[in-house]
């Protein structure tokens, strides 16, 4: 009961927000069967063509977790019989529609990309902060009182961010990482293709023609988005090589 908890939160992304739609957590769960638990996951909500983001925190118990994940897929990719199996069970497609965190620093410039995400004082009190931030704007709305109950228990002090004494933090840390996670890799597209908490909702309600109708249109904005984009950059590389070869206009 005073273990750590190993802690999964599956939030639902939209361009305006996030919605917190499951919860995991629990103390005596291995590594081996808490990857299982993170593929079944994967492949339940990446069926169709829906695309699934994970981030794993390699810190203590995680890196060998990611290493079960990693052998679990190359056995996919390989073994027969546990293809039928998933395929059984509807999850033979597990990574198909996933895509994997990949790190780097908030100010880099260049190389120095990694896998998932390791934890430390500074990059915890970032995404615990800006977790407030969305929790405070409702842009998160959280539907697990057991993470209400943690959130209410953590407090700052000084450069260090947490739970006090032997209190849980792992489903607001958790919490942190998916809204990270949501907030540098998956916003930016879900903004340029107008996928906001009310465009999903209207969306369920059109028929089939006016969803395909709908879609075009929001294929062929993006498309303009596109070439407005890249006018923009010509104009820029323009600029720079008359700057650089001492062209003037007159």
């Known amino acids: 009961e005073h273990n750590d908890r190993s802690s999964i939160e599956v939030l ?3 361009a305006d927000g996030v919605d917190q739609v499951a919860e995991y957590a629990w103390p005596l769960i291995t590594t081996q069967q808490l990857a299982w638990v993170i593929a079944a996951l994967l492949g339940w909500y990446g069926q169709g063509t829906n695309e699934v983001r994970y981030i794993l925190e390699l810190n ?4 060998a977790v990611f290493n079960e994940l990693r052998s679990l897929k190359n056995r996919i990719d390989n073994d027969r019989s546990i293809r039928k199996t998933l395929d059984e069970k509807g999850l033979r497609d597990v990574f198909q529609n996933v895509r994997t965190y990949i790190y780097n620093r908030p100010d880099g410039m260049g190389a120095g990309h990694n896998y998932h995400w390791k934890t430390t004082g500074p990059l915890k009190v970032m995404i615990m902060e800006r977790l407030r931030d969305f929790v405070s704007n409702g842009l998160l709305r959280v539907r697990s009182l057991e993470a209400i109950e943690e959130m209410k228990t953590i407090a700052r002090e000084g450069d260090s961010i947490g739970a006090p004494g032997s209190m849980k933090d792992d489903r607001v840390l958790a919490l942190a990482l998916a809204v990270h996670c949501w907030e540098e890799r998956a916003r930016r597209s879900l903004i340029s293709s107008r996928r906001t908490r009310e465009a999903e909702e209207a969306k369920k309600k059109l028929s089939i023609t006016n969803q395909v109708a709908l879609f075009q249109q929001n294929q062929l904005a993006a498309f303009f988005d596109r070439k407005r984009v890249q006018r923009v950059q010509q104009v820029q590389a323009m600029r720079r090589n008359n700057w ?7």
């Open 12 to 14: 639902r992304c939209y």
């Open 60 to 63: 203590g118990p995680g890196s």
């Open 244 to 250: 650089r070869y001492g062209a003037r206009r007159y």
